[in-house]
């Protein structure tokens, strides 16, 4: 069983940043592809980026690229969220998640991840 936990999340300025990260508890997910959503209050959850097992390929909702970027250590065995030049619409709950690295589900739907963290709030002030 993989529990995933994000950290990293506050209250910043606009034009700010931030760094989230998530680890899991129990088994290593350093074989696994990886992803951050978000959700923001009365929206659905939607996908932010995503990132192979590797580390080699990356892949970013239109509206975030250019300003954040997903890594991974895998020796350390966590995920990483590099938010810069934040928005007030960046404002959300955000979640990563874990899935196999071999699916044929594209890397922004939420079914190709088997497992979620609990949320981490990032508000950002305008």
């Known amino acids: 069983q993989v529990q995933l936990v994000e950290s990293g999340g506050g209250l910043v300025q606009a034009g700010g940043s931030l760094r989230l990260s998530c680890a899991p508890s129990?088994?290593?997910?350093?074989?696994?592809?990886m992803g951050w959503f978000r959700q923001a209050p009365g929206k659905e959850r939607e996908f932010v980026a995503h990132?192979?097992?590797?580390?080699?390929?990356?892949y970013y909702a239109d509206s975030v690229k250019g300003r954040f970027t997903i890594s991974r250590d895998n020796a350390k065995n966590t995920l990483y969220l590099q938010m810069n030049s934040l928005k007030p619409e960046d404002t959300a709950v955000y979640y990563c998640?874990?899935?196999?690295?071999?699916?044929?589900?594209?890397?922004?739907?939420?079914?190709?991840?088997?497992?979620w963290g609990q949320g981490t709030q990032v508000t950002v002030s305008s």
């Open positions: 990132i192979t097992w590797t580390g080699s390929n990356t």
């Open positions: 998640a874990a899935g196999g690295d071999r699916s044929i589900l594209p890397p922004s739907t939420s079914r190709r991840y088997g497992y």
């Open positions: 129990g088994r290593s997910v350093s074989d696994y592809a």
